[in-house]
């Protein structure tokens, strides 16, 4: 009888462990799940990126025209957009949003990789004209637009960066470039607009001045930096784009 009572006893306890153990498997797998879905949240399934990539495009046709030209050319923002794609940045910085047009490509971007852009831009019309114009490109999930001096803002933004997209004030470039450079990660970019081999403004095909001047003297500073391997792309219809990644 004593022996039933220990095995009876002995089967309790071993269900009761049984169960315990359950749970603490249940809960993990609950806790894995959830540290999965956070990861992922940022990221579209296919029907939404479909829908998405729809949304984009027709927004880049309707808005090139009324916004008097766009800040960049189209070559220019794809090959922005390729780039954050191709590496897959996640954390993005735009110094000079203007009324969004290089926005739109670097933030469609980032809706594939799971990431997020901060763009700023000192213009209150064009700040504004930015803002509605992601609202309709169904972008405003993937930006951080802020308005105010990028003189101020850049330097305090915290980082880290992976991508930065600089087409603000040209003769600030080389001071944007040092503020950003600690905070940009190994195998980061830094990209520039209007810059040439002369710093004249030049592009493919002849002078391009519907874009901006060039950066006079940016592209030998950026190459100066030992720990910077920077080039100009060769992009038919750029206005001068130079990538500086770092090593």
């Given at each position: 009888?004593?022996?039933?009572?220990?095995?009876?006893?002995?089967?309790?306890?071993d269900q009761s462990a049984m169960s315990r153990l359950l749970i603490a498997t249940i809960l993990t797998c609950l806790a894995f799940a959830a540290v999965l879905s956070t990861g992922r949240s940022n990221q579209q399934n296919p029907s939404d990126a479909t829908?998405?990539?729809?949304?984009?495009?027709?927004?880049?046709?309707?808005?090139?025209?009324?916004?008097?030209?766009?800040?960049?050319?189209?070559?220019?923002?794809?090959?922005?957009?390729?780039?954050?794609?191709?590496?897959?940045?996640?954390?993005?910085?735009?110094?000079?949003?203007?009324?969004?047009?290089?926005?739109?490509?670097?933030?469609?971007?980032?809706?594939?990789?799971?990431?997020?852009?901060?763009?700023?831009?000192?213009?209150?019309?064009?700040?504004?004209?930015?803002?509605?114009?992601?609202?309709?490109?169904?972008?405003?999930?993937?930006?951080?637009?802020?308005?105010?001096?990028?003189?101020?803002?850049?330097?305090?933004?915290?980082?880290?960066?992976?991508?930065?997209?600089?087409?603000?004030?040209?003769?600030?470039?080389?001071?944007?470039?040092?503020?950003?450079?600690?905070?940009?990660?190994?195998?980061?970019?830094?990209?520039?607009?209007?810059?040439?081999?002369?710093?004249?403004?030049?592009?493919?095909?002849?002078?391009?001045?519907?874009?901006?001047?060039?950066?006079?003297?940016?592209?030998?500073?950026?190459?100066?930096?030992?720990?910077?391997?920077?080039?100009?792309?060769?992009?038919?219809?750029?206005?001068?784009?130079?990538?500086?990644?770092?090593?």
């Amino acid at each position: 009888m004593q022996d039933i009572c220990i095995l009876a006893s002995g089967s309790l306890l071993d269900q009761s462990a049984m169960s315990r153990l359950l749970i603490a498997t249940i809960l993990t797998c609950l806790a894995f799940a959830a540290v999965l879905s956070t990861g992922r949240s940022n990221q579209q399934n296919p029907s939404d990126a479909t829908s998405l990539d729809a949304r984009v495009r027709q927004a880049l046709a309707t808005h090139h025209d009324s916004w008097g030209g766009p800040s960049v050319p189209p070559a220019d923002g794809q090959a922005l957009h390729d780039i954050v794609v191709q590496h897959g940045y996640k954390n993005a910085l735009e110094i000079g949003t203007s009324t969004g047009y290089s926005g739109m490509w670097i933030a469609w971007a980032l809706a594939k990789t799971g990431g997020k852009l901060i763009t700023v831009e000192i213009d209150r019309d064009r700040h504004q004209e930015a803002v509605a114009n992601f609202r309709d490109a169904g972008l405003s999930k993937y930006i951080d637009a802020r308005l105010g001096d990028a003189h101020s803002i850049v330097p305090a933004l915290p980082g880290p960066f992976d991508f930065v997209f600089c087409d603000a004030d040209k003769d600030w470039y080389e001071n944007y470039l040092k503020a950003v450079l600690p905070k940009l990660s190994s195998g980061g970019c830094f990209a520039a607009h209007n810059v040439w081999d002369s710093g004249y403004g030049r592009g493919r095909g002849g002078f391009s001045r519907s874009y901006g001047w060039g950066a006079s003297g940016f592209f030998e500073f950026a190459k100066s930096i030992p720990s910077l391997d920077t080039k100009i792309l060769d992009i038919p219809g750029s206005a001068g784009l130079s990538v500086s990644y770092r090593k």
